[in-house]
């Protein structure tokens, strides 16, 4: 079952400028991570944060958790056109670890 | 280079037919997974394996099977009672089970004719 939903379904900015996502879950987690995929290529990971973990920041990513309201958004900063690429949280259960990813939101960076 | 390898990129079939998807990763592993991706979907599991021949049902495993004979390897079949099967595969491995990230590889896109 899908647990994450991502909030935009899209975006586009300008280069230069921030994106902003955001991921919304269901039931209780252990982690959730936030990967970045490329058009027609795999998946990459971009950072994990634990649920006793507020905020993270990796680079240019900044990700934030909410446990209280079941939410984490991924901030991209100073956006380059290589950050154009659809981006999905993934979230496990607390009693399972299989994880489940979102829709993801796609970003578009224009030069 | 460490890493998973997932081929054919590119596959086609007819209706009716079997077809199987390679993946395999030279990471020393023990977790391995398969998901499925369709346009504008997230990624559904399909099957996923915790250790060499032991493997469990994902969300979504009727129409697919796969064997986990060697730690490396862990190929997926879409059987023909697969009725939607044109979608893009994704292979995946881990540490474990409960490590966290996933290490995925490029997928095949299987479009069936």
């Known amino acids: 079952s899908q647990q994450g939903e991502e909030d935009p379904q899209a975006l586009s900015i300008q280069e230069g400028e921030n994106a902003t996502m955001n991921c919304s879950y269901k039931t209780s987690i252990n982690n959730l991570q936030w990967y970045r995929q490329n058009s027609g290529r795999g998946l990459v990971h971009l950072i994990l944060?634990?649920?006793?973990?507020r905020e993270k920041h990796s680079g240019r990513l900044r990700v934030t958790l909410d446990t209280s309201k079941k939410s984490s958004s991924l901030l991209i900063t100073a956006s380059r056109a290589a950050d154009t690429a659809s981006y999905f949280c993934?979230?496990?259960?607390?009693?399972?670890?299989?994880?489940?990813f979102g829709a993801g939101t796609t970003v578009t960076v224009r030069a | 280079d460490g890493g998973i390898t997932q081929s054919p990129k590119y596959l086609f079939r007819k209706e009716g037919q079997n077809v199987t998807l390679s993946c395999e990763q030279n990471?020393?592993?023990?977790?391995m997974y398969w998901y499925r991706q369709d346009p504008g979907q997230g990624l559904r599991l399909i099957y996923y394996s915790q250790i060499v021949n032991d493997f469990q049902k994902g969300d979504i495993a009727e129409g697919y099977s796969v064997s986990r004979e060697k730690k490396e390897s862990f190929p997926l079949t879409v059987t023909s009672a697969q009725k939607n099967p044109t979608a893009f595969y994704l292979c995946?491995?881990?540490?474990?089970?409960?490590?966290?990230?996933?290490?995925f590889g490029e997928g095949s896109r299987l479009t069936v004719l």
């Open positions: 944060i634990r649920s006793n973990e």
């Open positions: 990471l020393n592993h023990d977790a």
């Open positions: 995946a491995s881990a540490t474990t089970l409960n490590t966290g990230e996933l290490f």
């Open positions: 993934a979230t496990d259960g607390a009693n399972d670890y299989k994880l489940s």
